[in-house]
């Protein structure tokens, strides 16, 4: 709302001030000039008079410049780098294989996706408007089960920031790492033995290595198609071929769609009785640990 308010003040001050009055900004060769600093605008008006411009700063107004999230690898914050073995293309293009054998699996094995809740959400409201209560309550607790996770990884990420010693403080932080793939590797491997809670055991599984990762290889998201297939249509139509996003989301588009491949010919070649989570969450252990 403030927003809004130093927004209105300052459209209000152009439209009413006139290019003559000495109340306003001057009429000679007044330049306004939109800077873009760390998604921020600021609105600057300068006088060529050598008197002092008059300034008029939205701080916090959004840039209208549109960041591709889905496919560019981007720079993090101080407090969120870390050290990585491999490139963040390779871990992308890695995950977004597992993400693609995961998908497929869910798919054949459930008939549902554990790793990402938006179909489950549709479905939920669905639910909730034909008062299908117990159908509604199963979507629920599979959200609610991978928001379990992802607020999981984040708690035990900060817990190990704040433990570290002043000496590993200048170091990147990547400790989290090693507890969350222990724990990936555990639930999956539960989630084989427990079938009638293994849906909402996978959910809370993808939840921790997900978004962990996303934020490790600067916030691309390696196991969801949508914001990449945007974002290399949106490149194609701009004729930016060689831009890097196009790089990046190809890669992790072809790595889904090639773990995918895999993972139905696993089940067509081991059956579907073979553990196969329970050798996922220790691929995905081995794949985070070198983070």
Not at 15 to 31: E, F, K, M, N
Not at 222 to 236: E, F, I, K
Request: proline residues 2%; positive net charge; charged residues 15%.
């Amino acid at each position: 709302m403030e927003q809004i308010r130093r927004l209105i003040l300052v459209t209000t001050l152009l439209i009413l001030c006139p290019s003559g009055s000495d109340a306003a900004i001057r009429q000679r060769t007044t330049q306004v000039a939109q800077v873009i600093n760390g998604g921020r605008k600021r609105i600057t008006s300068t006088s060529n008079h050598g008197q002092m411009g008059n300034t008029l700063r939205l701080a916090s107004i959004p840039s209208l410049t549109r960041y591709g999230r889905g496919g560019v690898i981007q720079d993090v914050s101080d407090d969120e780098k870390y050290t990585i073995s491999l490139s963040p293309l390779a871990f992308a293009s890695i995950f977004g294989f597992l993400g693609g054998w995961c998908h497929t699996l869910c798919n054949k094995k459930f008939d549902v996706y554990t790793a990402m809740v938006s179909g489950h959400i549709i479905n939920m409201s669905i639910f909730l408007a034909e008062k299908r209560w117990k159908e509604a309550l199963w979507r629920m607790s599979i959200i609610g089960s991978y928001f379990g996770g992802v607020a999981s990884a984040r708690s035990i990420e900060l817990k190990c920031e704040r433990s570290r010693t002043v000496d590993e403080a200048a170091s990147p932080n990547s400790r989290h790492f090693k507890i969350i793939a222990a724990l990936v590797a555990s639930i999956f491997t539960i989630s084989d033995k427990l079938e009638k809670i293994q849906i909402a055991l996978l959910a809370f599984g993808f939840g921790l290595v997900y978004p962990s990762v996303s934020a490790a290889i600067g916030g691309t998201i390696p196991h969801l198609l949508t914001g990449h297939t945007t974002n290399v249509a949106r490149l194609v139509g701009a004729n930016q071929m060689y831009h890097k996003g196009m790089k990046t989301s190809i890669c992790v588009i072809c790595s889904v769609i090639t773990g995918g491949i895999f993972g139905t010919n696993a089940i067509g070649v081991l059956g579907s009785d073979f553990p196969f989570f329970t050798l996922l969450g220790f691929l995905y252990a081995g794949v985070l640990l070198l983070l």
